[in-house]
């Protein structure tokens, strides 16, 4: 009996720990955000993200087309258009002024979790078009990368219409900072990728807001511990928890953490006809993110 009072305590105690996530706006947001933003603000997008390409005003801020009506970013491709613009937003420490406007500029962060929401117009054709986001280390002025936490679509059909985690690094096994530039795809060390479960980009789901939530770890110094994973609507897509993400890099005095998180619109093979797709919702957080908290950000 006493076990059966004690199993169902302990159930009723986890039950009443996850129902009292609070949810929030981004006005009223808990320690744990590093950064929010809902896009209600009426302040120049610009004032938020040291990187902003408005693409020539088609990447931009448009009431009523985010989440039920509110605020987000309409993304407008051209059929063809390779680059349709992006945003860039540094934390903690950085290494050059140009990444500015950085939330928590004094810190040193080896954990994060970011949320973006993302919903393509009925209609949708191509796939992901690649590049979505990624959490980084810009580690010099010349934007070495210590580390890279890519979240991009496949490549052939079908598995373009699935997310895909790509963990690389910078640094070698020995600890040496060997990336020379940004996007050093010759020397970087790819450490496995995996693709979700969930047919984001596929035609029956255009027309709805999805909302993606990663989560990246760097390893303790001289492990192979390192977190990357990720969810789709709270449904978890691809995990690794074995990445030397750095080595024993982050021993250093002149090492960087995790720095920058990007939200892009980027299609190698450029957009397959005129059409468009919504961002809303970005948040980064040190502590978990879960979707269906009765719109979490707003």
């Not at 390409?53 to 087309?65: P, T, W």
């Not at 985010?66 to 540094?90: F, H, N, P, T, Y």
């Not at 973006?116 to 078009?129: C, S, T």
């Amino acid at each position: 009996m006493m076990r059966t009072v004690l199993i169902t305590g302990i159930i009723l105690l986890n039950f009443l720990i996850a129902g009292a996530q609070v949810c929030f706006t981004c006005a009223d947001a808990p320690g744990s955000v590093i950064f929010c933003d809902d896009f209600e603000s009426e302040e120049p997008v610009s004032d938020r993200y040291f990187g902003y390409d408005d693409n020539n005003g088609e990447f931009i801020r448009m009431k009523g087309v985010g989440c039920d009506g509110s605020a987000g970013m309409r993304v407008k491709w051209q059929k063809g258009e390779v680059a349709a613009g992006g945003l860039q937003k540094a934390i903690g420490r950085v290494p050059e002024a140009g990444m500015n406007k950085a939330a928590f500029p004094n810190s040193e962060f080896r954990e994060i979790y970011w949320r973006i929401d993302l919903k393509h117009e009925a209609g949708w054709e191509g796939g992901g078009g690649d590049k979505l986001s990624r959490a980084t280390a810009i580690a010099s002025k010349n934007w070495q990368q210590g580390f890279i936490a890519h979240i991009w679509s496949g490549g052939n059909a079908p598995d373009n219409n699935y997310l895909v985690m790509d963990p690389a690094s910078g640094i070698s096994e020995a600890g040496e900072l060997v990336s020379r530039k940004y996007n050093d795809f010759e020397n970087l060390r790819w450490l496995g990728n995996r693709r979700g479960t969930y047919a984001l980009f596929s035609p029956e789901n255009a027309g709805k807001w999805h909302c993606i939530v990663a989560h990246v770890k760097l390893n303790t110094p001289g492990r192979s511990d390192g977190i990357f994973e990720y969810w789709i609507n709270d449904t978890l897509q691809a995990a690794r928890y074995d990445l030397n993400w750095h080595a024993d890099w982050n021993t250093r005095p002149d090492s960087y953490m995790i720095n920058a998180v990007f939200f892009e619109n980027y299609w190698n093979n450029g957009s397959v006809k005129d059409q468009e797709r919504y961002f809303d919702n970005i948040l980064i957080s040190t502590a978990p993110i879960r979707c269906n908290c009765d719109n979490a950000t707003r």
